[in-house]
Nanobody, 135 residues
Framework: QLQLVESGGGLVQPGGTLRLSCAVS???????????IGWFRQAPGKEREGVSC???????????YVADSVKGRFTVSRDYSRNVLYLQITSLKPEDTGVYYC??????????????????????WGQGTQVTVSS
């Protein structure tokens, strides 16, 4: 299994911007492009929501799903040289408050990124980073 560590959360005013990071590692070697990465969030009292899931490799190409609820404000990017993925959130709203998690699953090309996000079919999860949007 992979180890995932999220960072970058904090207290932000409405309208602000945050960039969350997901650092991926493993005891033995791996290549990040063999995995699909998902970003999820869980607001207080609500179910966990998949906000964006992405994969990219030479064989399957790139595929990214962004939930309609956050489209236009949430952007994923990746730095494979450092095994880090990012989730940039702009125009933050109070309803974006919650714990944000990243997760990983082998990218077998079986499921779409939308399916992975909607079903949370991920094997490895980080501990989460808290995002609070408040004035």
């Amino acid at each position: 299994q992979l180890q995932l560590v999220e960072s970058g959360g904090g207290l932000v005013q409405p309208g602000g911007t945050l960039r969350l990071s997901c650092a991926v590692s493993r005891v033995s070697g791996f290549t990040l492009d063999s995995y699909a990465i998902g970003w999820f969030r869980q607001a207080p009292g609500k179910e966990r929501e998949g906000v964006s899931c992405t994969s990219h490799n030479d064989r399957l190409g790139e595929s990214t799903y962004v939930a309609d609820s956050v489209k236009g404000r949430f952007t994923v990017s990746r730095d494979y040289s450092r095994n880090v993925l990012y989730l940039q959130i702009t125009s933050l709203k109070p309803e974006d408050t919650g714990v944000y998690y990243c997760a990983a699953a082998p990218n077998l090309g079986i499921y779409s990124m939308q399916h992975l996000c909607l079903t949370s079919k991920f094997e490895s999860w980080g501990q989460g980073t808290q995002v609070t949007v408040s004035s």
